[in-house]
């Protein structure tokens, strides 16, 4: 096996994204990008193409000076030989299959402190690759945004922060204490000497020196854009003839997302206007989507409600993808919607009731009773299930432990969920809240509420038949905005016509209102 | 005699494929439980699966009882639930509290209108937004609950809307696995396999001393009316809805 390293050899300016790379995969199909600055290429078969090694690297030479890129090029039968002289050398260095050893072994030690930056990509291309199949063969799909940094092997230099660095630096200090200052030195030793006085990052120190790689190259394969551009030869002005168009990109689109067994989790409209403005949306979808139908849907619904202002000259369609979805559906379980159901669903009624208006509910972590909050609807798979009832496990536990101390921490829900058909439990009340609260004036006697009027001319002042409290409650009183603050007394408040309803009374200001009514 | 005549009458409509026609031969209707146990009771195990059913009753009855329960009953068997709130009254905290899964509830929220102040038109506007949505959600499929709260809405707003509404509603949920419920101050409508739970209750309170009351819930009444008849539930009263209805 042949193996290329390409580096980058400019401090300044910094190597253009991705440039290297394609200079790389113009020569060979099997690439490995480490960061933006170094390549590591398998160029094994171009002996039978382009000749010896010496005429391949003269090609490699000729492509990053077409490209404008100052590089360095080493050839060598490893991964970690090429690698190596490509970092200790400038310009070409040529080696033969088998004489790794033996180009390594004039460098001194401190070259080989390059290895921590190839470590650190080739386990990063490991766990990438790992993470690849466990998305795939994982049964419950949600969006996964892709990263330019993949699975936390993240390209960078190595700096003298980094464990392994100062791991391998140490070693070689240690080395060239005793008296190994040459890598031919150090490969000269006996392995398992080394392991005892040194540990596995000698041994690691070691098979660098000899030239030997721990783990083989694994190619990753170019990364594939998912875009539609169409130029149209006359404006659009509307929806309905914008659809047509869409449908042919969203058709070709998802043939391609077919192909490559992918699915879009995002969709980054871009329509440029006769105006000469951009107007751009992006849908985030719930779940890995390639059918045609429903992302034409869910852009145009999209764009129902965000028109745009002007007549329509080019539409790009630009796809974020994951891949694609294996799901294994449960014979016995109730089928959930689909995600694309969820997805033309979720836009339609977002079309109809506004941004922000549906979504799975959300309790936040503060005891303001008000709050609430809103989060993406994402069903679960079918077939995955709640751990049966929780609620009544809760309850009999918290019953025995009422019995044993006397005070009862159980919730009334649970209380009336546990009661037969033949018993007479209350069921519990639940506040139904007003989002907006109504003010009320309340007349106190004794320090409870006694008569409470509504500010409406039809509603007259209503005796209280029975309440509790007060409750209460207050916080953020730490914040600036003093909108957020709150400090109020609960009462619960039967009325004389049996309604109950939760009043509050703000402390600051004496002012009551009504949160809302129990049901 | 009679009966000769009945088993020939029935081989008739079987041949002609109208045998679903017979009341005794159609398949038993399946049911998802309330959680409510003493309803459970009374609905013979629950709401009808494929119907238009409704909740009715006024405030303070233990209409969101019954609510929330079903909706904790469908999430904790791993369904997934919708709940159309025309009005944005629902109270994430009391649902999580009553042992619904939040995470398996769509919630579409109306406009938070306050009724007694709305400007004319706003509140019949939310209705019509609340049935379209509901609508929608139902065509979808794959929900266990569509649930549309439609409380706290003036009967005039209710009334206004073309009576067709709710039969079409229960055309879309008929062939479904689904139950869709209505909830309402008064009756509104409900398919010919649904039910409509008439609620009514008073408030129980707990504690003699005035520091240590507090509100224990409601002890509620019922009325289920069917197409095939009235049950009452405990302790039920003959009311105001025995006309209305």
Redesign the interface.
Known sequence: MLIACLVYDAADPPAPHGAIEQVARAVSPRVTPCGRAAVVCDVSGLGRVCGPPAVVAREVLAQAAAAGLPVRLALAGTMTTAWVLAHARAGLTLGAVGTDAAMLAPLPLTHLLAITELDRHVAGVRRHTEAAVAIRTAADHRPVRRSSKSGGGSPGTSTPGDASFRSYRDRLATLERWGIDTCGALAALSRADVRARLGASGVRLHQAACGEDVVPLVPIAQAREFVDRIELEWPIEGLEPLSFVLARQCDRLARHLEQADRGAVAIRTTLTLTTRAHHVRTLALPAPIRDAKVLRTLILLDLESHPPDAGIDVVDLQLDVVPGRIVQGSLL??????PE??S??LA??TA??GEG???????LDTHD?RA????P????S?????T????AAEAREAMQSAAMTGFSTV????L??E???G??A???????????P?PVQVEVARG?PAQVA?F?PH?RAMAVR???GPWRTSGAWWDTDAAATWDRDEW?V?LAD???YRLARHRGTGAWEAE???? | MASAAVRSLETLLQTRNLGSALPAMAAPPRRLAT????V??RLGGGWSLGALSEVVG????????LL??TL?QA??????VALVDAL????????????V??????????A?V?V??ARPGVIEQAVK?AV??GD??LR?????VVALDL??IPARCLQALPSITWLRLAQVVEPQ?TVALLLADAPVGRSARGVSVLLE?????Q?DQ?QS????????SWVVRSATGVTTG??SRRTAWEGAC
């Open positions: 379980a109730r089928a959930t919607p689909s159901r969820v033309t669903l339609r009624l109809l009731c208006r549906v979504g799975s509910p959300v309790v009773g609430c909050g809103l989060a609807f994402l069903p679960p079918s077939g995955s299930t709640v049966e009832p929780i609620l919730t009334e829900p649970i009336a969920a009661a037969g058909p018993e007479r209350p069921v519990p009340a639940h506040l139904r809240r007003w989002r907006r109504r409870r509504w409406t509603d029975a309440c509790a619960d039967e049996g309604l109950v809302g009514v129990f049901d | 959680g409510w146990l003493a459970d009771h006024a405030s303070s009855s233990g209409r969101t009882h929330l329960a904790a999430t904790r068997q791993g369904q997934v944005d009254r629902f109270d994430p905290a009391t649902a999580a509290a009553a042992g899964c939040l995470d398996r509830v769509l919630w579409v929220r109306g938070p306050m007694e102040q937004q379209r949505a929608q959600i979808a499929g794959g929900f266990a409380r706290d696995d209750g008073r408030a129980v309170w504690g005035v009351r507090r509100l224990a819930g409601f002890q509620p405990e302790a």
